[in-house]
């Protein structure tokens, strides 16, 4: 399965941005799990958020709660992320990375990686 991550870009605090990631190659099958990661300057690669192809089911890190919205287009095989009131802290690189099986809040555990889009919120 490859993966196609786009949408970063150069905001301002407090504005809106939406991250695609486009998927090729799967098997006909809904029982995938795609998760957004980010990675900022000297940082760890952080969980984001993620969606269960099949149940729709969503999951959210603390820090992003209430700010991101996870959803996908199955007709297109796309997922999306949707930020909004944007903070200089979600500065990073962001990757979607997909899995099949249950979701995943960790990097380890997926081995389709999309090749990162940077986001940069100035303040």
């Known amino acids: 399965v490859q993966l196609q991550a786009s949408g970063g870009g150069l905001v301002q605090a407090g504005d809106s941005l939406r991250l695609s990631c486009a998927a090729s190659?799967?098997?006909?099958?809904?029982?995938?799990?795609t998760s957004w990661f980010r990675q900022a300057p000297g940082k760890e690669l952080e969980f984001a958020a993620a969606?269960?192809?099949?149940?729709?089911?969503?999951y959210y890190a603390d820090s992003v709660k209430g700010r991101f919205t996870i959803y996908r287009d199955n007709a297109k095989d796309m997922v999306y992320l949707q930020m909004n009131s944007l903070k200089p802290e979600d500065t990073a690189v962001y990757y979607c990375a997909l899995r099949p099986g249950v979701v995943s809040k960790y990097g380890a555990d997926f081995r389709s990686w999309g090749q990162g889009t940077q986001v940069t919120v100035s303040s």
């Open positions: 969606i269960h192809w099949k149940t729709g089911a969503t």
């Open positions: 190659g799967r098997t006909n099958s809904d029982y995938y799990a």
